[in-house]
């Protein structure tokens, strides 16, 4: 079975401050996917990595970067300098190789950045 | 420009009605999905869709049904059965992930339905 678990329920932290988001997956699949998505109050979700298994390489993105650990099972996010208009709820995912190519996605996290 | 659209942005429906949602897309995606969003919880996947004319079941598609007569249309119909119809729906679409290939979802604005 597949599983996401992202703990943090809420986060606020102040503007300039930097945030992370833990995501811990469960999978029996040796080969995966994981996304994390950002949904603003708007609603739509939008896209903002994938990640695939076997490339444990971490990413950064401007002030955004990813940390994919296979060993602890864990795809956390890092936002540097958080800016207000990253106030939002984000969702860590997980797709697997075979199958339905649906993703499954955590319950998400609350981040709101006070200005 | 490319993109998916959904509409109505809200509806509402009184119990034992039928109400359809509309899902279409200009991205040239094979597959598409509907996902349902309560709140503080995550999305689950209702049904899905690889090609046209065929779609498949998701976690909980009981109460819900689709159609798939052309690539750009993925409407879903929330039928009376579904005891708890009120929610967030998201539409979403991709190219299919042939091999099990992680290809990213691209998602719709919703639609949020309220049962009076």
């Known amino acids: 079975a597949q599983k996401v678990t992202q703990a943090q329920t809420e986060i606020s932290v102040v503007e300039k401050e930097d945030v992370t988001l833990d995501c811990v997956y469960e999978t029996r699949d040796t080969t995966y996917y994981l996304f994390w998505y950002k949904q603003p109050p708007s609603g739509e979700l939008v896209f903002l990595i994938r990640?695939?298994?076997?490339?444990?390489q971490n990413e950064i993105s401007g002030r955004y970067s990813w940390n994919f650990q296979k060993s602890t099972s864990s795809f956390n996010f890092t936002i540097t300098a958080s800016q207000v208009v990253d106030s939002a709820v984000y969702f860590c995912?997980?797709?697997?190789?075979?199958?339905?190519?649906?993703?499954?996605f955590g319950t998400g996290t609350r981040l709101t950045v006070i200005p | 420009d490319g993109g998916i659209t959904q509409s109505p942005k809200y509806l509402f429906r009184k119990e034992g009605q039928n109400v359809t949602l509309s899902c279409e897309q200009n991205?040239?995606?094979?597959?598409m999905y509907w996902y349902r969003q309560d709140p503080g919880q995550g999305l689950r996947l209702i049904y899905y869709s690889q090609i046209v004319n065929d779609f498949q079941k998701g976690d909980i598609a009981e109460g819900y049904s689709v159609s798939r007569e052309k690539k750009e249309s993925f409407p879903l119909t929330v039928t009376s059965a579904q005891k708890n119809p009120t929610a967030f729906y998201l539409c979403?679409?991709?190219?299919?992930?042939?091999?099990?290939?992680?290809?990213?979802?691209?998602f719709g604005p919703g639609t949020r339905l309220t049962v009076l």
């Open positions: 990640r695939n298994s076997f490339d444990e």
């Open positions: 991205l040239n995606h094979d597959a």
């Open positions: 979403a679409s991709s190219i299919p992930g042939a091999g099990g290939l992680g290809n990213e979802q691209f």
């Open positions: 995912a997980l797709r697997k190789r075979t199958g339905a190519n649906n993703l499954f």
